[in-house]
């Protein structure tokens, strides 16, 4: 963490939820990529301490179609009842002068957890424009095979081909405020 503390002096910093998001990607019908998220985000960066631990409750996933959405919370996917979470806990963050970084921690999605790596980058840390906090953004993104946190549902297109694709997209763009 040492790049984070030259970046950002040492401290917590708490995620901003209203300037932050957490998104997911995946190919559905084999013809295009679904993009969803979540409307809750908890996310505190401890420099000090060196790490990074990010969560988003499985219920605050916003889908627009509620048929759609109670089947993805429903024992056939997410399993919202049982694993109400998902969370990340960064270990290893580091980055270089162009500010890209790396990221590395232990994701847990469905009662499984998985050493995942990250890249993406971080911005320059300075007061808000409607508030006199610093603040710092961070993005960081990962692929991550479904499989490996126990979510294997599948069914065959008439035409052949997977309905949903086995590789998830990732994606947390958060905003960080100085506490």
């Known amino acids: 963490m040492t790049f984070l503390c030259d970046h950002l002096g040492g401290g917590i910093w708490r995620a901003d939820p209203p300037f932050s998001s957490v998104t997911f990607n995946v190919r559905h019908l084999g013809a295009r990529d679904y993009r969803a998220g979540f409307r809750e985000i908890d996310a505190t960066l401890d420099v000090a301490a060196g790490t990074l631990v990010a969560s988003v409750p499985v219920a605050s996933l916003d889908l627009n179609n509620p048929v759609i959405r109670e089947r993805m919370l429903s024992a056939e996917f997410l399993d919202a009842a049982r694993f109400p979470e998902v969370r990340w806990v960064v270990s290893e963050i580091d980055g270089d002068a162009g500010r890209t970084l790396a990221a590395t ?75």
């Open 105 to 179: 921690g232990e994701l847990s999605i469905h009662g499984q957890t998985q050493t995942v790596a990250a890249s993406g980058r971080i911005g320059l840390p300075g007061p808000g424009l409607l508030s006199p906090e610093n603040r710092v953004g961070i993005e960081l993104a990962a692929t991550v095979d479904r499989r490996d946190f126990g979510l294997d549902w599948q069914e065959e297109l008439p035409g052949g081909g997977d309905t949903l694709g086995w590789d998830v997209t990732l994606e947390a763009l958060l905003e960080f405020v100085e506490q």
